[in-house]
Each structure stands twice: as C-alpha cells, then as structure tokens.
T-cell receptor, first 113, second 112 residues
Framework: DAGVIQSPRHEVTEMGQEVTLRCKPISGHNSLFWYRQTMMRGLELLIYFNNNVPIDDSGMPEDRFSAKMPNASFSTLKIQPSEPRDSAVYFC???????????FGPGTRLLVL | EDQVTQSPEALRLQEGESSSLNCSYTVSGLRGLFWYRQDPGKGPEFLFTLYSAGEEKEKERLKATLTKKESFLHITAPKPEDSATYLCAVRHEGGSNYKLTFGKGTLLTVNP
C-alpha cells in the first residue's frame, strides 16, 4: 500500500519566491498534519486538518505560511514570500483518526537562498 | 523548558554491543509515548506506542519500556542497519488530543 506521498522531494528557491509543497495522505485517513524539522527546533507541528477542515494552525510561523486541504486526498502548504529562515525539511503525516498513530511522508527538503 | 528530552544526543556502538536510549518527559497526564525511527533523508517511521507505566513492547532487536517519568529504548545486539535517529514523542492531557511533542532525537551509529 502506498504511504504518504509528498512532492517535490527537494526544492531550491530564491528569497521572495512562492513555494508550494504537496501532500497526498494515506487513503482512508481523515487526519492530516504538516510538520517542519530543523536541527535547532526538531519536529514542530505547523497545522492539523481533520476531515479536510483546519483545526489548529497555531504552529504556522506567520502569515507568509498558508495551508489548504481541498479534498480528502490532497493538501498543500504554501510559503509566500519565502525567506532563508524557512529552509528546513517539511513533513506531511496522516492518521486514521485524531488519536491514532501518525504516519509520515518522506518530506520535502526546502532551501531558500 | 523542554517537555521531552532525549539522551544521549548521539551514541556509537559496535555491532553486538547492547545499550539503551532514554526519553524523559515532564508532562502530566500522559496519553501515549511514541517511538519513531528516522533514516537520513526519510520521514520518521513508527515503531511503538506505550500508554502506561510498566508497559513494554518489542520488535526484533528493539524493546521499549515506560515508567512514570521516562521511556527506554533497549537495543539488543545491534546491527549496522539499526543505525538511525530515534525520536520519541508524547501526547498528554495538557495538550490537544492530536498533538505530539517530539524530542530532538538520539543519533545511533552501529559500527560493523
């Protein structure tokens, strides 16, 4: 069975450009999470969706970050404009239910120059 | 103040040399402690969930245990393929029922 799918796997962009990260959760999972991982801060939750509805976006760093989930099989995380401090690995995870085990995708490694 | 602290930050073992990784937590009302393995360039891979003190779970050379303040991941006779970063995370009553708070991980290297 396919796990969580993320694209692109690597993204290099210049400061000020728009970046869009994509995620396809595991089929049948109704909870979706976006995380950011850095050496300094480890894994941090950015936003949580349940049944396609954003429930908690308190981890989104600032207004430059936005996330959508238009249907049960697709979500995007957008950064506009991007800044060098946004460089990190961004993970998408999904779970069967709110308190079920979270399964992570392979991540998108973002470098903003 | 960190709620989840993992130690050591890095650990080097020889193949066959058993050891333990530690995850201590300061949250109250634990609702689950999770262990993940992360290989370079990949996402965290789920290993175990523990819910109550005294609980133990095993998978191949790995055994996870839980007390009221910490969890241990015991690695018996490790092999080079066990090399990875091991992450623990907690879910607790003070947080939301969906939120995991992660430690920064232990980087394990097993030399042949």
């Amino acid at each position: 069975d396919a796990g969580v799918i993320q694209s692109p796997r690597h993204e290099v962009t210049e400061m000020g450009q728009e970046v869009t990260l994509r995620c396809k959760p595991i089929s049948g999972h109704n909870s979706l999470f976006w995380y950011r991982q850095t050496m300094m801060r480890g894994l941090e939750l950015l936003i949580y969706f349940n049944n396609n509805v954003p429930i908690d976006d308190s981890g989104m760093p600032e207004d430059r970050f936005s996330a959508k989930m238009p249907n049960a099989s697709f979500s995007t995380l957008k950064i506009q404009p991007s800044e060098p401090r946004d460089s990190a690995v961004y993970f998408c995870a999904s779970s069967l239910g709110t308190e079920e085990t979270q399964y992570f995708g392979p991540g998108t490694r973002l470098l903003v120059l | 103040e960190d709620q989840v602290t993992q130690s050591p930050e890095a650990l080097r073992l020889q193949e066959g040399e058993s050891s333990s990784l530690n995850c201590s937590y300061t949250v109250s009302g634990l609702r689950g402690l999770f262990w993940y393995r992360q290989d370079p360039g990949k996402g965290p891979e789920f290993l175990f969930t523990l819910y109550s003190a005294g609980e133990e779970k095993e998978k191949e050379r790995l055994k996870a245990t839980l007390t009221k303040k910490e969890s241990f991941l015991h690695i018996t006779a490790p092999k080079p393929e066990d090399s990875a970063t091991y992450l623990c995370a907690v879910r607790h009553e003070g947080g939301s029922n969906y939120k995991l708070t992660f430690g920064k991980g232990t980087l394990l290297t097993v030399n042949p």
